[in-house]
């Protein structure tokens, strides 16, 4: 008796899911069609900081390959004109490769020690200023490296929540259209649905890439970091040494 009363059960469920897939639309574009306007207004934010937030990942992914092709390029130039103390051929060469961090790093520093060089002596105020020249160039070229990050960082953690507000929306409508039809029909529920379904789907959309790519872009900026502090600590050795040969 129970198995055939669940028997029965299974064939209406199934029958009213047939009937429900004959009669709606779930396609993507007929869910979007289903939406009002609260959920639409929603979707259109969501592009919005799609657009936004690829535009960024394009834009840091090209400078950074700037900066690193240009500092492969530099790094051995400067290194060979340093090694045979020519400063004045270490500037120039610096001027030449702008969108290399290693490069505007070194150039401060190659800047202010020349500039405070009155004599053949290097005394200690011009490492100290070089040092300092160093530390701000360094500070400068990170916070330009950082820009933009924090708006992916924005849209990530926000996305998922703004599509969760149309997702509460689409519930809401859910149960308005059960109540107005005073029915449980499929029909009267499936603009809600489409609603609630179509906002999760947009808001995760939006999220996980951008998401991705900070964390992938703030691996970046650390290795440029290190590498610029690097640079500096070895631009100051190299006025030791000529301090001490002089």
Same mark, same amino acid.
């Given at each position: 008796?129970?198995?055939?009363?669940?028997?029965?059960?299974?064939?209406?469920?199934?029958?009213? #899911? $047939?009937?429900?897939?004959?009669?709606?639309?779930?396609?993507?574009?007929?869910?979007?069609?289903?939406?009002?306007?609260?959920?639409?207004?929603?979707?259109?934010?969501?592009?919005?900081?799609?657009?936004?937030?690829?535009?960024?990942?394009?834009?840091?992914?090209?400078?950074?390959?700037?900066?690193?092709?240009?500092?492969?390029?530099?790094?051995?130039?400067?290194?060979?004109?340093?090694?045979?103390?020519?400063?004045?051929?270490?500037?120039?060469?610096?001027?030449?490769?702008?969108?290399?961090?290693?490069?505007? +790093?070194?150039?401060?520093?190659?800047?202010?020690?020349?500039?405070?060089?009155?004599?053949?002596?290097?005394?200690?105020?011009?490492?100290?200023?070089?040092?300092?020249?160093? $530390?701000?160039?360094?500070? +400068?070229?990170?916070?330009?490296?950082?820009?933009? #990050?924090?708006?992916?960082?924005?849209?990530?953690?926000?996305?998922?929540?703004?599509?969760?507000?149309?997702?509460?929306?689409?519930?809401?409508? @859910?149960?308005?259209?059960?109540?107005?039809?005073?029915?449980?029909?499929?029909? @009267?529920? @499936?603009?809600?649905?489409?609603?609630?379904?179509?906002?999760?789907?947009?808001?995760?959309?939006?999220?996980?890439?951008?998401?991705?790519?900070?964390?992938?872009?703030?691996?970046?900026?650390?290795?440029?970091?290190?590498?610029?502090?690097?640079?500096?600590?070895?631009?100051?050795?190299?006025?030791?040494?000529?301090?001490?040969?002089?």
């Amino acid at each position: 008796m129970l198995f055939t009363k669940l028997t029965l059960i299974s064939y209406q469920v199934a029958f009213f #899911l $047939q009937e429900a897939s004959q009669t709606e639309d779930f396609t993507m574009w007929g869910m979007i069609q289903k939406m009002g306007w609260t959920a639409r207004a929603v979707a259109i934010i969501l592009a919005f900081m799609s657009m936004y937030s690829i535009a960024v990942m394009i834009e840091r992914f090209l400078t950074y390959k700037a900066a690193r092709d240009q500092s492969r390029e530099f790094a051995p130039r400067v290194a060979q004109a340093l090694k045979d103390n020519r400063i004045e051929e270490a500037i120039n060469i610096s001027d030449r490769h702008r969108k290399s961090h290693l490069a505007i +790093v070194v150039n401060a520093g190659l800047q202010e020690f020349q500039a405070h060089q009155m004599s053949n002596e290097i005394s200690g105020d011009i490492i100290d200023a070089s040092k300092r020249a160093l $530390q701000r160039a360094t500070a +400068v070229k990170s916070a330009e490296f950082k820009r933009g #990050l924090s708006a992916l960082a924005t849209i990530g953690s926000t996305a998922p929540f703004v599509g969760l507000f149309g997702t509460v929306v689409g519930i809401i409508n @859910a149960f308005t259209g059960m109540k107005a039809a005073e029915s449980a029909g499929i029909s @009267a529920v @499936a603009g809600g649905i489409s609603e609630a379904l179509v906002e999760t789907a947009f808001g995760l959309i939006v999220a996980i890439p951008a998401v991705w790519m900070y964390n992938y872009f703030q691996g970046k900026v650390d290795s440029f970091q290190v590498e610029m502090e690097n640079s500096s600590s070895e631009l100051i050795d190299y006025f030791l040494k000529r301090r001490g040969a002089r």
